[in-house]
Every structure is written in structure tokens, then in C-alpha cells.
């Protein structure tokens, strides 16, 4: 099993800065894909931002140019860097951690319980 724990979420002014970060433990390596979430109320769970093992990225249209995530593959920690908040970022973001084995097609997918971020004024 792999348990994940999100942390660093708090109460910021809009362009304010925020880094969340996610603790991976148990059975994890850096074969993982990782990928920040959020979820508003009454919205859907959006993926914010990827990055593979070997340091891919991809971000969401809404946060490029202010989001970076980044990975710490000794310290088994992703990180999700928030410049320029805007109200719009206010969510629970979480972590996941998601696994493919070609072999077999099986996957593994894993999530932490969230992180509140909110940017108000």
C-alpha cells in the first residue's frame, strides 16, 4: 500500500504564495505518476498538474504559468508550488499517486484525504 499526506494548505491573499506538499509512504517509488487535484464545492474533482518519474510535467490550462510541481524522489515528496493565487484556486486539493504495469493491465492509484487552500481577500 501506498498512503499519501497532504500538507501546507492555509488561508492566503489573492497573488499571495502557497506550497502544498505530499508525503508519500509504504510501498512507493518514483516509477509513480504523481498529479495534484482540486475540488470546489459543488464542482468536480480537476486535475491540476502531472509529473512522471523521470520529471514530465504537464499543468492544467487554468494554473499554468502559476503552478510548479515538482518531486522529490529521495525524500518520496511531491510538491505543488502556488504563485499568483487567485480566488478561483480556492479548493481541497489532494494527491494521487497512480501506477501502470504494462504487464497484466493492472493499475494502482492512490490518494491522500486533501489539503484546504483558500485565497480570499
Known amino acids: 500500500q501506498v498512503q499519501l499526506v497532504e500538507s501546507g494548505g492555509g488561508l492566503v491573499q489573492p497573488g499571495g504564495s502557497l506550497r502544498l506538499s505530499c508525503a508519500a509512504s509504504?510501498?512507493?517509488?518514483?516509477?509513480?505518476?504523481m498529479g495534484w487535484y482540486r475540488q470546489a464545492p459543488g464542482k468536480q474533482r480537476e486535475l491540476v498538474a502531472l509529473?512522471?518519474?523521470?520529471?514530465?510535467?504537464n499543468d492544467a490550462d487554468s494554473v499554468k504559468g502559476r503552478f510548479t510541481i515538482s518531486r522529490d524522489n529521495a525524500k518520496n515528496t511531491v510538491y505543488l508550488q502556488m504563485n499568483s493565487l487567485k480566488p478561483e484556486d480556492t479548493a481541497v486539493y489532494y494527491c494521487?499517486?497512480?501506477?501502470?504495469?504494462?504487464?497484466?493491465?493492472?493499475?494502482?492509484?492512490?490518494w491522500g484525504r486533501g489539503t484546504q487552500v483558500t485565497v480570499s481577500s
Open positions: 494521487n499517486a497512480h501506477l501502470t504495469v504494462v504487464v497484466g493491465r493492472i493499475e494502482y492509484d492512490y
Open positions: 509529473i512522471t518519474g523521470s520529471g514530465s510535467i
Open positions: 509504504g510501498i512507493f517509488n518514483s516509477a509513480y505518476k
